[in-house]
């Protein structure tokens, strides 16, 4: 496999709404550059990037696929010194559906500029306006595939003026179609005035001709259009401009290279991914115009990890101290860990031992690799800019940087929102059980937006992904690759029970059989106290009422007492426990007899307290275009929430509220509902509040039915 330097590197993300045909493209663009023998199709479940059993089943892409092919640019315009030497263009597919865009977010890191698709008949959709985002957050160029132009009521017009309604005045199309919908054959090329016309499901290589008659006028309208706004940005191009009325070609593709990277115009082109319409255009562009790795200039770091300490610039170019940044991580059950990273500066070789520096640790790189799908191939060496892949390191997961051990940068990590969603998993069986550790763990390392933990109150796994489909992406993952099989369950909402009043209460426990009895009396005083103050136990006892080897079983009965709640099964918590006397025996007195003395002080203080039932509060913050923010807070203020204030943010408001958790539980899926997918929202837990009397009641009477059931249960078992 023959390695590229940097000037001949290409790194495209490529983007957008679902199903709006990534990588249907990808695979074409593949097909024509002559990477793979036959034309790959989603619907066949053939192509390169899209080859998890999942991404075949559900026919959408579930993570990001790498796949890369050589290109030397061909057609009209182009110069005898470009056309025969092949440039490495690196492909990320990442995925388009709301769930799973995330993993988009953090792949484009890999990426120097993007590829958004939109669809011809829809137009501009939800995500693609958050991957729009993602390419400004990173500073990346930006160009524009309107896909699927061979569709019925697919409208060149229309999705224009969407993306240009969506991204302002600098969209500005190369290209117009020839022929629409199902006569969809080929596109004019605005920069040579050429016709560029394909045979559908041909080599996606077009055939040159003249501009139709027809279309003569509308092409030349749309040219001068195209060599104004090219000219405008650049004193020197305007100058000419107005001199001459126009721009030689090679005067308006070196315009057009320059705006393009400083992201003052964002081209349009036009396609039929699934046809094979339109393909070697989009080829030349990504070489003719998209930046090599080194436009950028430097690489932004830190002198520490996690985005702290001093920052760093690092040149990036081959002659720089080396250094990697791991973007992406997969686990496979066969290979192991395989991670996915982009040379940012120096020149990787293989077999050469790199630093981790987030982790102080040496990792081996031998038998390098660059990705065509899930296949490797060997590479003798990565020069700056390029992506690869490494299989087994020891430490490394997504987000780590290494390099020469002398010359230490750690670069920052994508920002991953927090999960929206949780619910509470459940092993099958025992065997499953045991499994479930390290199965989920594996699957963590490749999924940033994945959370798992266990809930110390209802000893439930908990699992927190970006929606309901990412989550059973999870539970399908852990059954097919680590043979473990789970139930999902919504949560348990973690209650606690408090007290309002004061109480004075006396535990006495005394039982006399054969030989050694058992005695023990406590008095205690119960008192409220402040919300997250938690339990406190005062030991008031004077003049020996209790000796003091007795006292902390009293204390220890009030607790395991409190744990196990009085009015529901829940803890009791923000409560002060005072000793102030008792009884004792010197035979009949023990640790167990003053433990569960203490544990009936604690039920018959409980009586006089008039005891409450707690719920978690959750601070929630909700981002979502202006229009809908009455719609926001109006269902917030129905799940009981107080509206703490709003900001706004551009065409978008920042909604925030303190809402009950037990609320919350099918917000994800309800907020989708109601802003079709165009909001997000964050949840933290706050605090505790009491539960309105109407609903504690509805809660008490479910619990004790719950563990009446169990009961019941396990008597029919016993």
């Not at 993993?103 to 829809?122: N, P």
């Not at 940012?344 to 981790?356: C, E, P, R």
């Not at 707690?614 to 129905?638: F, K, N």
């Not at 619990?703 to 019941?712: I, N, S, Y």
Request: aromatic share 8%.
């Amino acid at each position: 496999m023959k390695s590229y330097t940097t000037t001949f590197l290409r790194n495209v993300g490529i983007a957008g709404h679902g199903d709006t045909g990534k990588t249907q493209l990808v695979s074409s663009l593949l097909y024509t550059a002559g990477m793979t023998p036959r034309l790959g199709k989603v619907a066949e479940g053939n192509t390169v990037t899209d080859w998890d059993e999942e991404e075949i089943a559900r026919k959408i892409s579930i993570q990001t696929g790498l796949a890369f092919a050589g290109w030397a640019p061909s057609g009209p315009g182009q110069s005898e010194k470009t056309q025969g030497e092949k440039t490495k263009i690196n492909f990320l597919d990442t995925p388009g559906y709301s769930t799973f865009v995330n993993e988009t977010r953090a792949s484009l890191i890999g990426a120097d500029a993007v590829l958004v698709l939109v669809d011809a008949v829809a137009g501009v959709q939800v995500v693609t306006e958050k991957v729009w985002d993602y390419g400004t957050e990173y500073d990346q160029p930006r160009a524009i595939v309107i896909n699927w132009m061979d569709r019925e009521l697919a409208s060149f017009d229309r999705a224009l003026k969407s993306v240009q309604e969506a991204f302002g005045r600098a969209v500005v199309p190369l290209q117009l179609p020839i022929g629409a919908e199902k006569q969809f054959r080929g596109v004019v090329d605005l920069l040579s005035m050429k016709a560029l016309l394909y045979t559908p499901d041909g080599d996606g290589r077009s055939k040159v001709e003249e501009i139709p008659a027809e279309m003569a006028s509308a092409a030349k309208e749309a040219h001068e259009a195209l060599v104004e706004m090219v000219a405008e940005g650049d004193d020197k191009l305007m100058e000419e401009f107005f001199e001459e009325g126009t721009l030689p070609l090679e005067d308006l593709k070196k315009g057009l290279r320059l705006a393009f990277q400083q992201r003052r115009l964002y081209p349009v082109v036009l396609s039929s991914a699934l046809h094979n319409i339109g393909s070697d255009a989009i080829l030349n562009l990504i070489v003719d115009v998209f930046p090599n790795p080194a436009a950028r200039g430097t690489a932004s770091g830190f002198t520490e990890a996690g985005g702290k300490g001093n920052p760093v610039e690092r040149k990036i170019a081959d002659s720089e101290p080396l250094s990697i940044y791991v973007f992406k991580t997969l686990s496979d059950p066969f290979a192991g860990r395989i991670n996915y990273f982009k040379v940012m500066s120096g020149v990787l070789k293989n077999d050469a031992t790199l630093t981790n520096f987030a982790r102080g640790t040496s990792e081996r790189f031998q038998h390098l690799q660059v990705m065509q799908g899930k296949t490797g191939m060997e590479i003798p060496e990565l020069h700056t800019g390029d992506l690869g892949a490494i299989a087994k390191l020891k430490e490394t997961v997504t987000g780590d940087t290494l390099g020469d051990r002398g010359s230490p940068i750690y670069y920052p990590l994508a920002r991953i929102p927090e999960p929206a969603i949780t619910f509470a998993i459940e092993p099958k069986t025992r065997a499953d059980e045991d499994r479930i550790g390290q199965g989920i763990h594996k699957i963590l390392e490749e999924d940033l937006a994945l959370r798992f933990s266990r809930d110390p109150q209802t000893k439930e796994f908990l699992l927190s992904g970006s929606g309901q489909q990412h989550i059973e992406v999870v539970v399908a993952k852990l059954r097919k690759r680590f043979r473990v099989d789970v139930m999902l369950k919504p949560p348990k909402v973690p209650y606690r029970e408090t007290i309002r009043a004061k109480a004075d209460a006396e535990g006495k426990h005394k039982k006399q059989t054969g030989g050694h009895g058992q005695f023990g009396v406590c008095r205690v005083r119960m008192e409220p106290l402040p919300r997250g103050a938690g339990f406190e136990f005062v030991d008031d006892i004077f003049g020996g009422s209790i000796p003091k080897n007795y006292i902390p079983s009293v204390e220890k009965g009030i607790r395991a007492a409190a744990d196990r709640g009085y009015l529901a099964g829940f803890p009791v918590v923000d409560f002060r426990a005072v000793l102030y006397d008792g009884k004792y025996h010197d035979v009949d007195s023990s640790d167990m007899a003053f433990k569960i003395a203490g544990s009936l002080a604690f039920k018959e203080g409980m009586k006089q307290a008039r005891p409450s039932l707690l719920e978690p509060i959750m601070h929630v913050e909700v981002y979502a275009p202006d229009q809908y923010s009455g719609d926001v807070m109006g269902d917030l203020s129905s799940r009981r929430g107080r509206i703490s204030g709003s900001e706004a943010l551009g065409a978008n408001v920042v909604v925030k509220a303190q809402v009950p958790f037990a609320e919350m539980l099918s917000y994800a899926t309800d907020l989708t509902s109601m802003t079709q997918g165009r909001a997000s929202y964050t949840m933290e837990f706050s605090h505790y509040d009491f539960v309105p009397n109407e609903i504690a009641e509805k809660v008490i009477a479910h619990a004790k039915a719950e563990r009446q059931g169990q009961l019941t249960e396990n008597e029919e078992v016993a």
